[in-house]
């Protein structure tokens, strides 16, 4: 029987735990994430080794539901630069879904490995994602949360491949729903819009800006949480980001072209993953070999040691907290308009509130209560590259929005 289990949706008999374990020998746990254990699993019959994710049903809904959507979308994909689902069980306590095993590095681990680092090697890395992406789109599926890149192999010339499918989305008329990793987030999400494929290509954009300069293009800032949460969502919805120096002093026009084609506010306008691996950046002969190496690296060193990547955040979360204090202010009122009651919790109550409470480190799985988790949004890892600080002084060199006109209005709220 395909992938050990029958069709999802379908009354289906479960797999008896030894029917794993049978057919797998299951390693100690590689690590804990926000809705799966991760395993080394090896196939007693081939010797061939596979990633494990185990997901249990006890956590609640939203892991049950993610376990689910993994396994739909990855049954529905096949592609150079996906990471293939292998088998799947299901037995009445836990999801067991195994999937090839990528033994290569994360891509900002591989930049700060090499000696020769240029824009023509982040095209490369660039071209592989687009392509998977428009394929996934060609499927009406949007990821909705790209960031961690990772080579398959530890080969020369290994294939780049993209995974964490648990948030992936058929796109069945547009999504309004919000989640993803803040600074990666589109504009159309942060304001509460009604989103699709596009914010994939935001976020492509975000990478390519990091792979390009070692500096995420939208930072938080202020003394408070809070603070910085605003700061963040705000620049995210004018588009205020810079091709600061000396950061992209080296990086040709036509990598900073395609980076603002791809990071667009107004999502119709912005280009679609097919029309990015035409643009001559990616498919031509514009990417310069010159050697940025040591800049690049020396700011994504510097933002690792800055850090909070083993904090988690939940997205409606901190919408609801820039909510209520900003009605004075006219561009977070707007924002304020498009932070609405959380539509997983019932009757509009807010959930509960994450203010003063991290989430559990890498490497550790917290407990949790079900009906307490059952109405959260998604738990999202901040990003590996987080707020970096900017030279005082520099110029602005584009900004393409305005938050006002990127937020949903409240009846009597008139935009200038």
């Known amino acids: 029987m395909p992938f050990g289990c029958l069709t999802l949706g379908e009354k289906k008999d479960y797999n008896n735990p030894s029917d794993v374990t049978d057919k ?19 196939d007693r019959n081939t010797l061939k080794m596979y990633t494990c994710k185990k997901f249990h049903k006890k956590d609640g809904r939203k892991v049950r539901k993610a376990a689910k959507n993994e396994i739909l979308i990855l049954k529905m994909v096949k592609h150079h ?18 999937l090839e095993l990528a033994t290569g590095r994360e891509v900002f681990d591989w930049i700060l490995d090499q000696g020769y680092y240029s824009e023509r090697d982040t ?35 290994s294939k780049i491949v993209i995974s964490d499918f648990h948030l992936a989305k058929l796109e069945n008329g547009l999504i309004k729903d919000p989640c993803g990793t803040p600074e990666y987030l589109a504009p159309e999400v942060v304001g509460r819009q009604r989103y699709g494929r596009p914010v994939d290509c935001w976020a492509i954009g975000v990478i390519m800006y990091i792979l390009l300069s070692g500096n995420p293009p939208f930072y938080g800032e202020g003394d408070e949480e ?6 963040l969502f705000l620049k995210i919805l004018s588009g205020d980001y810079e091709f600061d120096s000396p950061y992209w002093d080296d990086i040709s026009d036509s990598a900073k072209n395609l980076v603002a084609s791809l990071m667009e506010v107004d999502q119709d306008q ?26 690049v690296c020396a700011q994504i060193e510097k933002n690792f040691a800055r850090a909070k990547w083993k904090k988690a955040v939940r997205v409606t979360t901190l919408m609801k907290r820039l909510r209520a204090p900003e009605q004075t202010d006219s561009g977070a009122s707007g924002l304020a308009a498009g932070a609405s009651a959380d539509p997983t919790t019932q009757s509009g109550t807010p959930a509960p509130p994450a203010e003063g409470h991290d989430a559990a480190p890498a490497g550790t799985k917290a407990p949790v209560n079900e009906q307490l988790r059952d109405r959260q949004t998604a738990m999202i890892p901040a990003p590996s590259l987080p707020s970096a600080a900017r030279p005082e002084g520099e110029p602005q060199v584009r900004c393409n929005g305005d938050p006002r006109q990127m937020l949903p209005q409240t009846k009597g709220d008139k935009t200038s």
């Open 123 to 157: 095209s490369n890395v660039v071209r592989q994602v687009l392509e998977a992406v428009a394929y996934l789109h060609s499927l009406k599926i949007v990821h909705r949360n790209l960031k961690n890149l990772v080579y398959f192999n530890r080969l020369k010339h």
């Open 270 to 295: 912005r280009l679609t993953a097919q029309e990015a691996i035409g643009h001559e950046w990616i498919s031509g002969n514009a990417a310069s070999d010159k050697n940025i190496k040591d800049g």
């Open 24 to 42: 797998y020998d299951l390693g100690q746990t590689v690590r804990s994430e926000e809705f799966c254990e991760i395993f080394r699993a090896k």
């Open 81 to 98: 630069n996906i990471l293939q689902l292998v088998d799947v069980f299901e037995t009445k306590k836990e999801y067991f879904l195994f």
């Open 226 to 231: 809070g603070d910085e949460d605003k700061s």
